[in-house]
């Protein structure tokens, strides 16, 4: 068991977001650079999330299963949901997301619909090819889906 976890720990990797996404380097340095390097961790591993997806954000954390690669504009569409959280203090958006959903299911019947209806995953996959998206967003743009 310990060396299983061993194992998935060093799967662990570190990747800057606007280095792996727009081949630039983040030029605020300090504080907001710290944060976005928490914030971009990516951690690959054979648990979260389960089989029937690539990944899942977990408080800012982009768990992403073990053999899959993720695309930049798959990674800018997890980073838009950091952003989201951050505006909702992370509890919130969990919260707003589940009920969103379970009212969609509801409305839909159907699971995968009204997942794709909620207000943060509608902003996320119209703007996951935007990989400069996060630079020009404004606060709140899910509300406006
Ligand atoms: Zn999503």
Known sequence: MAYKGARWFLRCKLNGFLRETTGEKDEKGGFVSFLSY?????IHNRYIPTKKFYAINLFGVIFVRHGVHLHAKEINHERIHTAQMCEMLFVFFYLWYVTEWLVLLFKYKD???????IRFEKEAYRHGDEL???????RYAWLRE
């Open 111 to 117: 699971r995968f619909v009204a997942y794709k209806n």
């Open 38 to 42: 928490l914030c971009n961790m990516i």
């Open 132 to 138: 400069h998206y996060l630079r020009h967003r404004k």
